[in-house]
């Protein structure tokens, strides 16, 4: 059996579970946050989407940052975003690198409708890749990680347990 044979046999489902049966779950990989992204994440585990604004040039910017790039304000505020894209571009992952991901899946790059020049990328979910097309709507979708910290779970090194995923909009 070579080394690719053995990780696929290793391969976990969503809820954690070898598929087939046996074994340990592997923990799946936590986001870890800065000083810029942290009230992100914080609203992420509350189901809420956030973007933030310059508080003088009132520019939409995401992912977080420190400086604005328009006015180099220092500033900012957190307002609710939509939650809602269109794909921009996409990769189809065919090989396990880590046991809590089966293979394929696939990471989409949205762009966000809250302003020009703002993306945010996360999983495909609840479609084929083969269906996608560029500009095609998506929707966030708020995935459950798994138990929280402290709850006797290992948590890869984040501390927050739902991350941001895409699904097509009716």
Known sequence: MNRTQSLRQDVRDQDGRRRDGRGAAAPRPRPGADRDSAYWWEAVGEGRFLVQYCADCRTPR?????VCAV????EWEWREGTGTGTVDGWTVTRRTFHP???APYTVLRVALDDGPALYCWGRLVGADPGDLRRGQP?????TDTGPAPGAGAPTGGGAFTKV???????
């Open 138 to 142: 998506v929707e966030a979708v708020f």
């Open 62 to 66: 995401f992912p977080a940052r420190e």
């Open 100 to 102: 809590a991901f089966e």
């Open 164 to 170: 941001v995923d895409w699904r097509p909009r009716e």
């Open 71 to 74: 006015c180099l304000s220092l």
